[in-house]
């Protein structure tokens, strides 16, 4: 075996020949170009995957944007955005589209980053000059879009959670889910009058929406005299709550309440039935979204209960046949919290932009501030002043045995 | 009492999962001097190899392990042959943003491959568990426990007393001392990084079915299994599961008795302390002694 003198395993020489102990691949000796080269394909193909494609519009079409996370921890919810409003956009168009036109939706990516989100915001807002845009499901990516939107003048919808969005009082902004805190009071309700909690514990993300809904849910405690047992918090990225559970236990927890997302509420789900936590256990709507119950036993969800936005009434034909079609064409189920709002919401758009054109964004800001009693797949849809789309969430429950959501009981907003 | 052990059982058992992922850490580090910041992401395509095998094949426990540790095995010789060789002769810091840079990639990729979901690879003991003396012990959690001594003892044994791990401590003291003494670097690095994929794809295993397979996984393990690495001593076996036990029963214990809301803090401070004060960790090597 040849070896050159350069070659840094060189051991001796046997006869004219340089030998070395050395494994056969080390003769492959790839040159740092082609490296670099392989580098910047691979770069180039992934972010060739997560383009947006082509932009401009032409005459015979009406774009939208939509900026939502494609990429990083948020995709999960950013998918169910995504492939909801592409759904939306099949059918408007397979049923003539909009005013004759065409609709379509160029999506870009918000990342987990609130700049990102601007940014994206930005630049579909100057690539494209949409009559309308949508915006992801983080309120935080929300609060920190909503000067831009004020300034492009545009409607938006939206579907983070959080009152600090609405308290902006940005008069272009719709939102398409209940608000955070009509979930966490439901959650302390339920858990007061339902479970009868004398010491109920509170376990949140600790992050802006985990924060405001344990302080709302502390709030509406108070005022029914119910002294809590103890909160606890866990970062976005943890994986392991279980001393979190065990503390809350320990302080005299009679009920526990989870203020979660989707992958750490399964997370706790699963650790409180691994430790033996023998306590009625109420989460927000993360927990039992379907990507969260995919991840969890029917043995786990026992004595377990979910605030949700809404339960999908697959008795109802319309809300089957999209369901079933969406389940069909992303191989994943519909999401009530942050598939089937976005749904909605594209068909209330096109309905104002068949009213109103797409030339008068003001006008279309008013139509859709005046949609009442819109039916849904996932709502009903009724805008009041502050830009609140929808005014009720629902508790559920797994049926025995299974993972079948059941209702048992709904909460409206008070006027 | 009991309240407490069973803290410091949980505590251990999480310390072992960060344990596994520091081991990886120290055996690059031992052989090339290289801190690898696509650690956490090695672990994620362990995890993710697991479920392609155990949950999308529908193999069995033990061919499924067997094949994501070949596949771990390959991705170790790729990755080496592919980010680590051409870049070797680089100062070490230009080969430390590869390792960022690659972890990025892996992220990316693993994202287009297996999507944005969680899963939830079973687990051969799932079910099992045990109530003694009112502390409660899964089955899964002794043997991430048990298997974590074993690799320890078997790492620990394999660098310290055989002559390949003598030529991996070696290469990484002095590489041109080493290559003097006719020990092929190449090799030495080639087994260092198909170790670290190996002892990561083992750890992606183990953690799958406890914490679920997730894309974004790799980074807040990596993490605490880098401070554990700097509490036990970078460049020390033992010390890399001394720090992964330590840090484990700091947050169990930080979030029992002190504050949830502070408990990464704790952690974090606890490693800054070390570097101020004993930068060589418990039991690892001080940097200056390193050639």
């Known amino acids: ?117 601007v940014n994206a915001f930005n630049k579909l807002y100057l690539d494209l000059e949409p009559p309308f845009m949508f915006l992801s499901s983080y309120s935080t990516q929300n609060v920190a879009t909503s000067p831009e939107v004020a300034q492009a003048e545009i409607p938006v919808m939206y579907a983070g959670g959080s009152l600090a969005v609405t308290e902006l009082d940005n008069p272009w902004m719709f939102r398409i889910r209940p608000n955070d805190a009509l979930s966490a009071e439901a959650m302390a309700v339920f858990a007061v009058e339902d479970l009868n909690a004398e010491h109920p514990g ?31 918090s866990y970062g976005a990225e943890d994986k392991d709550m279980s001393a979190q559970i065990r503390s809350l236990r320990n302080q005299g927890a009679d009920v526990l309440l989870g203020i979660v997302y989707p992958t750490d509420g399964a997370l706790i789900t699963k650790q409180i039935k691994d430790l033996n936590v023998d306590l009625p256990y109420v989460m927000s709507s993360g927990g039992f979204v379907p990507a969260a119950l995919e991840l969890v036993t029917p043995e786990e969800l026992e004595n377990t209960y979910g605030v949700l936005d809404t339960l999908l009434d697959t008795s109802r034909s319309e809300v089957a046949d999209v369901s079933k079609r969406f389940e069909k064409r992303f191989d994943t189920a519909l999401d009530p919290s942050y598939g089937a709002p976005y749904y909605d919401a594209m068909m209330i758009v ?9 030339d008068d964004p003001e006008a279309l800001r008013d139509y859709i501030a005046n949609v009442q009693n819109y039916q849904g797949i996932a709502h009903v849809y009724t805008f009041d002043k502050n830009g609140e789309g929808v005014h009720a969430v629902t508790v559920v429950k797994a049926k025995p045995g299974t993972k079948e959501l059941e209702s048992v009981r709904t909460f409206l907003q008070p006027e | 009492m009991a309240q407490l052990v069973q803290t410091m059982v949980n505590g251990i058992s999480l310390g072992c999962v960060y344990a596994l992922v520091a081991l990886a850490f120290v055996i690059v580090y031992e052989a090339t001097g290289v801190v690898n910041f696509a650690t956490g992401q090695f672990v994620m395509v362990g995890a993710f190899l697991a479920v392609s095998t155990i949950v999308q094949a529908d193999m069995a426990f033990s061919t499924g392990y067997f094949v994501t540790l070949l596949g771990m095995l390959m991705f170790g010789l790729l990755f080496n042959m592919l980010i680590y060789r051409p870049l070797r002769k680089q100062p070490v810091i230009n080969i430390i943003i590869g390792t960022l840079f ?190």
């Open chain 1, 1 to 117: 075996m040849k070896v050159p003198s350069e070659c840094p395993e060189f051991v001796g020489k046997k006869g004219e020949e340089t030998v070395s102990r050395y494994w056969p691949w080390e003769e492959i000796h790839l040159t740092r170009w082609f490296t670099i080269s392989g580098v910047f394909a691979v770069t180039f193909l992934l972010l060739s995957a997560c383009g947006s494609g082509g932009q401009g519009a032409s005459e015979d079409e009406i774009v939208i944007g939509a900026t939502v996370p494609m990429t990083g921890p948020l995709t999960l919810s950013g998918d169910q955005n995504r492939y909801a409003l592409q759904l939306a956009q099949e059918d408007i168009n397979a049923n003539g589209g909009i005013d004759g036109k065409n609709l379509r939706i160029v999506f870009e990516d918000t990342q987990d980053s609130n700049s990102a989100a």
């Open chain 1, 202 to 232: 509170i376990l949140y993300i600790q992050n802006e929406f985990g924060q405001n809904a344990a302080n709302v849910t502390k709030e509406v405690f108070k005022q029914k005299g119910v002294e809590i047992a103890g909160m606890e």
């Open chain 1, 350 to 358: 096109a309905k104002g932009l068949e009213e109103v054109g797409t």
């Open chain 2, 102 to 291: 690659v972890s990025v990639i892996l992220q990316n990729s693993a994202l287009l491959i297996w999507g944005s979901g969680a899963v939830r690879p079973p687990s051969p003991l799932s079910g099992q568990e045990f109530i003694i003396a009112g502390v409660n012990f899964t089955a899964h959690s002794i043997l991430v426990i048990g298997v974590t001594v074993l690799l320890m003892a078997g790492l620990y044994l394999f660098l310290y007393r055989s002559s390949l791990g003598g030529q991996m401590r070696a290469v990484a003291q002095d590489p041109e001392a080493a290559r003097l003494m006719g020990i092929s670097a190449s090799r030495v690095f080639m087994l260092a990084w198909t170790i670290a994929a190996l002892l990561t794809g083992v750890a992606g295993i183990l953690l799958g079915p406890v914490w679920f397979a997730d894309v974004n996984m790799g980074d807040p393990l990596a993490l605490k299994a880098f401070a554990a690495t700097i509490i036990g001593g970078f460049g020390s076996v033992p010390g890399a599961v001394l720090g992964g036990v330590f840090v484990g029963l700091a947050e169990a214990l930080g979030i029992s008795y002190i504050s949830s809301a502070y408990k990464d803090a704790l952690i974090f401070m606890l490693m800054i302390l070390f570097l101020l004060f004993r930068p060589q960790g418990i039991l690892g090597e001080k940097i200056r002694e390193r050639a």
